[in-house]
């Protein structure tokens, strides 16, 4: 019976083909060139084939624009996305050889999303084999050769319920998203929700923009308080008064003054000293690794986490998606160390592991029931980048250091007396490194000092009170938001970075210390106000608590899909009861985030850009709809303003940016007389030259030229080349004669060939589709006369 393996991505599914094949593997080619793979055996053929991520995703199921919108359906993404039109080959590929197999394996990642990638593809082939037992599942945690060949002697069933809770998830991230997003723009654009830029919140988006507001607040409320704190040094040493921060001033100064009385007639009391044990960090799960990245390398946590997919494709770690702190010793643990001690940069750390037989780890309390902590699996790497041959070595060290010893500190304790006053200082010394020496990213700050005994006198030969302010508390990186939505469970390990960045890219909040901008906060406390439900914690991971008791078979997927969407239309409905006060809240907002252009000439409002259904980019009146005046603007350009109006068309004069080319300046107005100064000067600048196709006549226009023969009459001749090919169209015109001339002439005997001086290279040659070679400086002619010229079809 011939099998269909279905793998996430095209560099498993090599992998996964070279694994069962024992090397022997066959590539074949499907639709539009997409590669996959035969296996042939006894018992039928085997096709391992490649999905790139989601070839199904969520859509409506009917063609309204408003909202609610409640039905929805799986369709292949293609049909969904434009942008996603690379995924039609794959599926297509999948299909065409589909028919010729009675059984499936999902060999996708093993995780919610893998199962949902994996089961839909399943679904869209053949549904019967999802539940008669014909689609089975590959569960493997890196992509060796061995790991493979062990998860497909071990087949499991298809995880049913990991696909259901995915599909949950899908739905209810899709409705949220899609309904909420829709009632925000149209609180400020009405019906014409295309209109303008549109605002988005979601399910997930809403709480963690909750978190980011409530903290900026605090910020932003924050009053200074003053404080002091009163230092003595002794013997060198600066030694802190055991008040620490004094906020009452009359206090500091007695302990200020009480101190400099009894400085020279002082005392040690207490010296005292303590070995501390420091034991190793556990090992990396996702959020870990993103904090650890961020910290170390200042890799953004999505970037953290496309690097650690990368080496977990080419079988240099295991899979980065995980929650486990754990490495079970089924793992092949000494195995893997052996293999890491193979690597020169590693060999002495690993040599002492294998030396003493320390193959037990230290691991962490999380768990996760798919999959074990990130590790390397011993596989050399070869080829990396620079990032990301950093990013394995953080893992590799991190790995090794789990089974090292504990580190040892020694602690010391001194406090002094002077009069009333007490004063104490604390040093640290690292008495063994142990775990240090092999992840040597801890910092562990020593503070070495000497010459204390208890009973001593002590001298102060320096007392003083600094002079300090409290400051608020800092705010979120991405990796500690990240770690704090993990704390507060909500959303998932493979999402959390994403929703962070659509916050970004809504102009929600900005920078590297996360700041929530004004129209951020502005949207946060409309919803706040109107409708907390939506930023309100509690809802989200409801909704997440169900989600989870779907994957372990508790609770039906319909019921909750039911549930959120009851608990989204209560938002819904709250939202529409307090329309006119959202959209006045999100109209002011948008006006006052808005980069603004100019002043009206119509009404004075503020001249705005906006952004089109379709795409474009476009000025508008602040104070539509009262207002309806709009202006085009060139697109794929920055547009700043200038702060000059037109004296002709009153209008707001823009510049212009466009990436290789000259900034300029214009006004909103296109009826305006300037428009006719640059129209006579641009046909000034015209030029005729010959086309190359039809022998009449191009103009050389701005961005372009096209033959006048098609520009006048839309017929005939449809050459289309760029500015620089107009540059170089002389030169190829000249030369097109000189070889027809040279064409007539008779042919000259070819003198016997000649081996090239030193020092001359030969005319570099490149074969054309029909065989014939052609020089560099002719295939620049070329590419002048051939490559842009277009098949236009008149409707």
């Not at 006052?592 to 508008?620: M, Q, W």
């Amino acid at each position: 019976m011939n099998r269909l393996i279905i793998a996430e991505k095209p560099s498993v599914a090599l992998r996964i083909a070279t694994a069962l094949s024992g090397g022997n593997v066959k590539r074949l080619s499907g639709s539009d060139g997409v590669g996959y793979y035969l296996i042939e055996s006894k018992e039928g053929k085997m096709y391992v084939v490649a999905a790139v991520g989601h070839l199904f995703t969520i859509r409506q199921s009917d063609g309204s624009h408003g909202y609610p919108v409640l039905n929805v359906e799986w369709a292949p993404t293609y049909q969904v996305n434009k942008l996603s039109d690379y995924t039609k080959k794959y599926l297509d590929t999948i299909m065409g050889i589909a028919s010729e197999c009675k059984s499936f394996v999902n060999a996708c990642d093993f995780d919610v999303e893998g199962s949902v990638i994996g089961t839909n593809i399943i679904s869209y082939i053949d549904k019967k084999a999802v539940d008669d037992g014909r689609a089975m599942r590959m569960k493997f945690s890196t992509t060796t050769t061995s790991d493979l060949l062990k998860s497909y002697s071990a087949l499991q069933k298809l995880d049913i319920n990991n696909f259901k809770a995915g599909e949950a998830r899908h739905m209810l991230d899709w409705l949220w998203g899609i309904n909420l997003s829709r009632a925000l723009t149209a609180s400020i654009y009405g019906k014409k929700i295309g209109r303008g830029n549109s605002l988005s919140i979601g399910r997930v988006q809403g709480p963690t923009l909750s978190i980011l507001a409530k903290r900026e607040r605090e910020i932003m409320s924050f009053v200074k308080k003053p404080f002091w704190r009163v230092i003595a040094v002794v013997n060198s040493v600066e030694l802190l008064n055991t008040r620490g921060d004094i906020f009452e001033r009359e206090v500091a100064q007695k302990a200020l003054s009480t101190t400099k009385e009894h400085s020279h007639n002082g005392s040690i009391k207490k010296v005292q000293s303590s070995e501390d044990t420091v034991y190793p960090y556990p090992p990396f799960d996702l959020t870990s690794l993103q904090l650890e990245a961020s910290r170390i390398l200042h890799l953004d946590p999505s970037r953290t986490l496309s690097l650690a997919q990368s080496l977990y494709e080419r079988s240099y770690i295991s899979y980065p998606r995980t929650s486990s702190q754990k490495l079970p010793l089924s793992l092949g643990l000494p195995e893997i160390i052996k293999q890491i001690s193979k690597m020169p940069k590693y060999k002495e750390l690993a040599q002492k592991l294998i030396d003493k037989s320390m193959f037990k780890p230290r691991e962490g309390a999380k768990t996760d029931e798919a999959h074990p902590s990130i590790f390397p699996t011993g596989e050399i790497p070869s080829k990396l980048s620079a990032e990301e041959e950093k990013l394995y070595d953080l893992i590799t060290r991190r790995f090794l250091s789990c089974f090292y010893d504990p580190a040892k500190v020694d602690r010391l304790k001194v406090v002094a007396a002077f009069g009333s006053e007490e004063y104490s200082a604390r040093g640290s010394r690292v008495a063994y490194p142990g775990w240090l020496s092999a992840y040597p990213f801890v910092d562990i700050k020593e503070r070495q000092f000497s010459g204390f005994n208890e009973g001593d006198k002590a001298v102060a030969t320096k007392v003083e009170a600094q002079d300090l302010e409290t400051k608020p508390k800092n705010r979120y990186t991405k990796a500690g938001l990240i770690a704090e939505l993990e704390k507060r469970d909500l959303g998932t390990k493979a999402t959390r970075a994403a929703i962070i960045d659509t916050l970004f890219k809504r102009n929600y909040i900005t920078g590297t210390s996360i700041k929530v901008t004004q129209f951020g906060l502005s949207v946060y406390e409309t919803l706040e106000k109107n409708c907390s439900m939506i930023v309100d914690e509690a809802t989200t991971r409801r909704l997440e608590e169900d989600m989870e008791l779907i994957t372990k078979g508790k609770k039906d997927e319909n019921v909750v899909i039911d549930e959120g969407k009851e608990m989204l239309l209560s938002a819904l409905k709250a939202l529409d009861s307090n329309m006119a006060s959202i959209s006045e809240s999100l109209r002011k907002a948008l006006s006052e985030s808005t980069e603004k252009l100019g002043i009206c000439p119509i009404d004075g409002g503020n001249l705005v850009i906006r952004r089109s259904r379709a795409g474009k980019f476009f000025a508008a009146c602040s104070n539509y709809p009262k207002c309806t005046n709009t202006y085009s603007l060139p697109q794929n350009a920055k547009i700043e303003p200038t702060g000059k109006t037109c004296e002709h068309c009153h209008t707001p004069i823009i510049k212009v940016i466009r990436k290789g080319r000259r900034p300029f300046e214009m006004d909103l107005d296109p009826n305006c007389i300037t428009k006719k100064a640059w129209a006579s000067n641009k046909q000034e600048k015209e030029t005729l030259y010959q086309c190359k196709v039809c022998g009449l006549h191009y103009k050389n226009k701005d961005d372009a030229a096209k033959c006048e023969e098609w520009c006048s009459h839309h017929q005939s001749c449809n050459l289309e080349i760029t500015a620089k090919s107009v540059e170089v169209s002389e030169r190829a015109a000249s030369k097109a004669q000189k070889t027809k001339a040279e064409e007539k002439k008779p042919p000259k005997k070819e003198p016997t060939k000649k081996a090239s001086p030193k020092g001359i290279k030969k005319t570099a040659k490149k074969k054309t589709g029909s065989g014939k070679s052609v020089s560099k400086s002719k295939k620049k002619d070329r590419w002048c006369m051939n490559v842009h010229s277009k098949k236009t079809t008149r409707g």
